[in-house]
């Protein structure tokens, strides 16, 4: 979607979510116009997805000059981004202010293309939201913390379909190569990913641009089903069997007095286990090379979808705000919304644009956004008021910290 031809705006490259296995540049993204009428180039894109876009095997490999296979759906992000280097002022982009976002498996993509040495010089700033790749991912021929390699994931895949060579899968159409499941996954392949990507940033060696990382209050409730333990005793025993020597530190930092308290404890440790603690470590890994600077948000808005009150701020509820496009089929008619729904929507896509305009999401008339910090660690919460607030949950995503370090060892 373009701006006003003959100026150079500022270009947004955004990733589409589901898991890496599901979802196109169309998924939640009906209409980028009020984006682009803030001042924008929109590009959207598509990528292999699944077996398609991440599917290692040794046969694979050898073909390969890089020695390297997987990762395919990187590939295509990374040539979509040179597309927009090379193309985008036809469209009244700059080609130097370039930001990737995504949010979910799109974020994650952010984060993995933030890594990557391929991607250096595609784009200029990153946003990612809900979702960091911060935990051990396969590395091509080795297992390492107990994941099979991605080369076996590859062979056991060509196993199950009942092909025994590269020239099997490829004699295979698609809906065969589609009914066997295999989840998308970035692999360390030493080539689009040299190595872990929370090793890469924790020794500074991603490329250095400005980010917004954030997640949501109530991430889970898309994700869990609610069948609870209906005890105490049952909930300890769950505890036990999930944390083993870490089951008191977890029950520490997630209390449980009561039945009536084990939903809310269940659906936040998993919000914070897959979604607030990768962001904080994104934010931290950032700011601590000392490059760039990062900018974090909890997006706690419960907006007023019929089943509020069951969701509350859920996975992928601050992407119509984003947009500033709040009737996308992801809002109904059935939305109860107020004009505090067009207000924050119109503020969060402020900061957005002001982001892939300068750097800096901060802007007249909006609360002042400080850079993350080590020390007091500020953040921007999206509630109903906005406001900056320090420290997101520290006991909480401390934990998970500590625990993550235990289960993957000291090398981890």
């Known amino acids: 979607t373009t701006a006003d031809q003959g100026d150079d705006h500022p270009v947004m490259v955004w990733f589409h979510g589901g898991g890496w296995n599901t979802g196109s540049g169309m998924s939640y993204t009906a209409d980028g116009g009020p984006l682009v009428k803030k001042g924008v180039v929109l590009v959207t894109v598509n990528y292999r997805l699944g077996v398609f876009g991440s599917l290692a095997h040794p046969e694979l490999t050898a073909e390969s000059p890089q020695g390297a296979s997987g990762n395919y759906g990187f590939l295509d992000q990374q040539a979509a981004l040179s597309w927009v280097q090379d193309n985008i002022r036809a469209f009244g982009g700059d080609p130097r202010r370039v930001t990737i976002f995504g949010e979910s498996a799109g974020s994650w993509s952010v984060n993995v293309l933030v890594a990557s040495p391929l991607s250096a010089g595609l784009f200029h700033r990153a946003i990612g939201q809900s979702g960091g790749r911060f935990e051990p991912a396969p590395h091509l021929t080795e297992e390492r913390y107990k994941l099979k390699s991605g080369e076996q994931r590859g062979l056991d895949y060509t196993a199950a379909l009942g092909a025994e060579s590269l020239d099997d ?43 917004i990382v954030g997640s949501n209050g109530s991430e889970a409730t898309a994700f869990l089903h609610p069948t609870w333990p209906t005890t105490l005793q049952e909930y300890r ?161 401390d934990f998970v910290e500590e625990y993550l370090a235990s289960k993957y060892g000291a090398d981890y």
């Open 169 to 211: 899968l490829r004699a295979s159409s698609a809906d065969q190569l589609l009914s066997i499941p295999f989840r998308g996954q970035e692999i360390i392949d030493g080539w689009v990913l040299p190595d872990d990507v929370r090793t890469i940033f924790s020794e500074g060696r991603q490329n250095h641009v400005p980010v």
């Open 237 to 397: 025993q769950h505890v036990n069997a999930e944390y083993g020597q870490y089951a008191e530190a977890f029950s520490a930092a997630y209390p449980v007095n009561s039945v009536e308290d084990i939903p809310a404890v269940m659906y936040g440790a998993r919000r914070d286990w897959r979604f607030a603690w990768p962001m904080r470590a994104w934010a931290r890994a950032t700011t601590a090379a000392g490059e760039t600077k990062a900018y974090l948000y909890d997006f706690s808005y419960i907006p007023p979808h019929p089943w509020s009150e069951d969701l509350g701020a859920y996975h992928t509820a601050e992407i119509p705000y984003v947009f500033d496009h709040l009737t996308t089929s992801r809002v109904s008619a059935s939305w109860y919304l107020k004009e505090r729904d067009y207000q924050l929507a119109q503020i969060m896509s402020s900061y957005w644009v002001n982001f892939a305009t300068t750097g800096d999401p901060n802007g007249e008339g909006l609360p002042k956004w400080e850079p993350y910090n080590l020390a007091a660690e500020p953040y921007l919460d999206f509630g109903e008021v906005v406001q900056l607030s320090h420290g997101l949950r520290p006991i909480e995503l």
